[in-house]
């Protein structure tokens, strides 16, 4: 595996005060304000409304902050198809902790909050059955309950096969007025979730004080039924969208979104008992260009992705760098007019999500999960395999109590774990601990467990969170229910709005 040289490494964050940089975006407050709301409309898509819907809301990050905002202006030509909504992330971090909003050219300048997208706006259905997101022009089933009665636990779950079928029996019985509902793909699933939420321990007895990863003004939600034995983190919701390859020895997977821990990961459709996996089930219709690429090879390292509005290097860092030191490579290459352009960022998890391709992976295409117009930087992996590196983002991984020592990254390469096949992550600290602890909070793990071996274990376009800072030696099986690999110095495309 590659690792930063030292010149990247020894960036002098402090000296970086990039007067062109602050000259060609604005930058919002982050840390007690919210995003400014833009106009929903001019850059997202139109949303189609059922006759009964009455209820309109900007939904969370719609209060005006303090300061001023970077917007993302529409590309000349008509409304976007594929708009992105921000994350909803307001507060700033450094490598531990919230903190008040960095100043250009400071360290950890040019994180999630300090840019705004597309506001979350929904319009809520006056029969309370769906709820339309006027961004995306989606509209969706407001609750998972499946079966009605009042209550969402482990009754409503649906095998894969189950949700498959799911859609025709809405459509059967004309479900809110409507008979084209369907299981939304990952890219469409990934549309609802807001980094408003906090990283719980998926071993807590109880989900008392946790905020979820989505607006439960709007839409339904609930941890997983423990009284069932569940733990709090199984609400992982089902998308259409299986896995090219396969996780684990050889599993059947499909890509889902954990709306209770604020991930995507690649879900295998048999349980290590052998029982058959179930899932959160929310039924989605509208706009059926969503989470399509249309990209555009400019001729000059740049990509642009016209259903987006974004521009991206069409190379990445070619060297893995902590969180902090993603944040100044991006500012001392707007200090070098970057490919002709002085306002890049590191995107959000969202707008790197994006960018992802469900349709390739390593063991299928011997590619990175991306688009040919891009180019990625290839590694070893912890298995020793040829692959693809794990991308950081600029948002971080909240945590309860203000805590914010990870940061997310999506794996366009296989989403690595440590597992001894049949048994999971290995005991002790560095493989099963909570995936939110700080990488100081405990010892490492010993050597490898025997019998233990690593491996894909959530797929290449999981969306997983990394510590910002550390030494990737201490976590040697991973960390987490599985194992995931823990690499701390990661890799970064930047984007922009294209103008």
Request: proline share 7%; with cysteine; charged share 15%.
């Amino acid at each position: 595996m590659r690792h930063v040289h030292s010149t990247l490494r020894n960036v002098a964050l402090a000296g970086l005060i990039l007067v062109a940089a602050v000259a060609a975006f604005g930058v919002s407050s982050c840390g007690g304000g919210q995003k400014e709301s833009e106009t929903t409309g001019t850059t997202g898509a139109l949303a189609e409304t059922s006759t009964t819907a009455t209820e309109a809301s900007g939904g969370v990050g719609t209060t005006a902050g303090p300061g001023t905002t970077a917007t993302s202006p529409t590309p000349s030509g008509a409304a976007l198809s594929y708009p992105i909504v921000d994350s909803g992330q307001t507060a700033c971090y450094d490598a531990t902790s919230e903190i008040a909003p960095p100043a250009p050219g400071a360290a950890f300048f040019g994180q999630d909050a300090q840019y705004s997208g597309n506001q979350p706006s929904y319009t809520r259905s006056a029969d309370g059955l769906t709820v339309t997101d006027n961004v995306t022009g989606l509209t969706w089933q407001q609750t998972p309950d499946t079966n009605g009665d009042g209550a969402i636990n482990v009754a409503d779950k649906m095998t894969y096969d189950e949700a498959q079928a799911y859609p025709a029996t809405l459509n059967a019985m004309k479900f809110a007025g409507f008979d084209d509902w369907r299981l939304p793909t990952i890219k469409e699933l990934y549309s609802l979730i807001l980094f408003i939420g906090t990283d719980p321990n998926p071993m807590a007895p109880s989900s008392a004080g946790q905020t979820p990863f989505i607006d439960t003004d709007y839409f339904a939600f609930a941890y997983g039924d423990t009284a069932a034995g569940e733990r709090i983190i199984d609400s992982q919701y089902a998308s259409s969208t299986k896995y090219v390859s396969t996780t684990m020895i050889g599993d059947q997977t499909l890509f889902g979104v954990n709306f209770a821990d604020g991930r995507i990961k690649g879900y295998g459709l048999t349980m290590p008992d052998g029982s058959v996996k179930k899932f959160v089930v929310q039924c989605v219709r509208g706009n059926p260009d969503y989470g399509k690429n249309d990209f555009a090879d400019n001729g000059d390292g740049t990509v642009t992705d016209k259903a987006t509005g974004l521009m991206w290097s069409q190379a990445d860092s070619g060297e893995g760098l902590d969180w902090q030191e993603v944040l100044a490579w991006a500012q001392k290459m707007n200090a070098e007019n970057y490919l002709g352009h002085n306002d890049w960022r590191v995107p959000d998890v969202k707008e790197l999500q994006s960018i992802i391709d469900y349709t390739r992976s390593p063991d299928t295409t011997q590619s990175a999960a991306i688009d040919p117009p891009f180019t990625c930087t290839q590694i070893t992996s912890e298995a020793g395999q040829p692959d693809y590196p794990f991308y950081w983002t600029s948002t971080t991984h909240a945590g309860a109590g203000g805590r914010g020592d990870t940061a997310d990254y999506m794996a366009f390469g296989r989403a690595m774990g440590y597992m001894v096949p049949g048994v999971g992550p290995p005991a002790g600290p560095g493989g099963a601990g909570a995936p939110g602890s700080s990488p100081g909070s405990a010892p490492p793990s010993t050597s490898p467990s025997a019998g233990g071996k690593w491996m894909d274990v959530h797929g290449a376009g999981a969306q997983r969170s990394d510590p910002k800072v550390g030494d990737p030696k201490a976590f040697p099986t991973g960390r987490g229910p599985q194992g995931d690999a823990i690499r701390i110095y990661n890799y970064v495309r930047l984007v922009r709005d294209a103008a």
